[in-house]
Structure formats: structure tokens, C-alpha cells
């Protein structure tokens, strides 16, 4: 059974920086790429970042590139959002996630449908 846990989430104010983390288990961790979506309220899922299995390649939505980092230590079973200069549009519930292909080779990361195991969420309030 996978199982994810996000911590890090709280109340910040803008143009501060939060860091995120995704606790990994029941699956071999170091074999499978990584997401970060987040959901405001009455809105959709969005992508934010991933990673690939390896940590060779990330990737980003516009939204989050120059601002957040996404990285993994796969000894840790753990991957991470780094969050600089945040915006009160920032504010949501952000989840990790997990790729559903093992040693996925391929670059399809921002659609929600590639993944198959979420984590309960942390909230990030970003205050104007």
C-alpha cells in the first residue's frame, strides 16, 4: 500500500518562502517520478511541478518557474517544494503525488490522470 504525507504547509506572508515535503512508502520511491499539484477552493487541480524518477529533469508550470524548486532524496524516500516569494495567489491545498509508469522515460507530467496515488494534502495560506 503507497502511502504519501505532506507536511510543511502554514500561514505566510507574501514574498516569504515555505518548503514543502512528500513522505513516500510502500513502493519503491527512487523508481518513480513525483508531482506537486495544488487545488483553491471551487477550482481544479493544477500542476505546479514534477520531477523524473532519476532527479535529472524537472518540470514546471509557468505559474511556479523562478519561484519554486522541486527536488527528491531518494534516501529519504522524499520529495520537496521549495516555495520563494510567494504570492496570496499561491494560497491552496498543495498535494505530492505519485507517476503511475515506473522508470517513466517520458516528459507527460501536468496531467492529473498519469498519476495514481495522492497524498491527503497541506494547506498554504499566502497573506497580503
Known amino acids: 500500500q503507497v502511502q504519501l504525507v505532506e507536511s510543511g504547509g502554514g500561514l505566510v506572508q507574501a514574498g516569504g518562502s515555505l518548503r514543502l515535503s512528500c513522505a513516500h512508502s510502500?513502493?519503491?520511491?527512487?523508481?518513480?517520478?513525483m508531482g506537486w499539484f495544488r487545488q483553491a477552493p471551487g477550482k481544479e487541480r493544477d500542476f505546479v511541478a514534477a520531477i523524473n524518477w532519476s532527479g535529472s529533469s524537472t518540470y514546471y508550470a509557468d505559474s511556479a518557474k523562478g519561484r519554486f524548486t522541486i527536488s527528491r532524496d531518494n534516501a529519504k524516500n522524499t520529495v520537496y517544494l521549495q516555495m520563494n516569494s510567494l504570492k496570496p495567489e499561491d494560497t491552496a491545498v498543495y498535494y505530492c503525488?505519485?507517476?503511475?509508469?515506473?522508470?517513466?522515460?517520458?516528459?507527460?507530467?501536468?496531467?492529473?490522470?498519469?498519476?495514481?496515488?495522492w497524498g491527503q494534502g497541506t494547506q498554504v495560506t499566502v497573506s497580503s
Open positions: 503525488a505519485v507517476h503511475r509508469r515506473q522508470y517513466y522515460s517520458g516528459t507527460v507530467y501536468s496531467l492529473t490522470n498519469m498519476y495514481d496515488y
Open positions: 510502500g513502493r519503491t520511491f527512487s523508481t518513480y517520478g
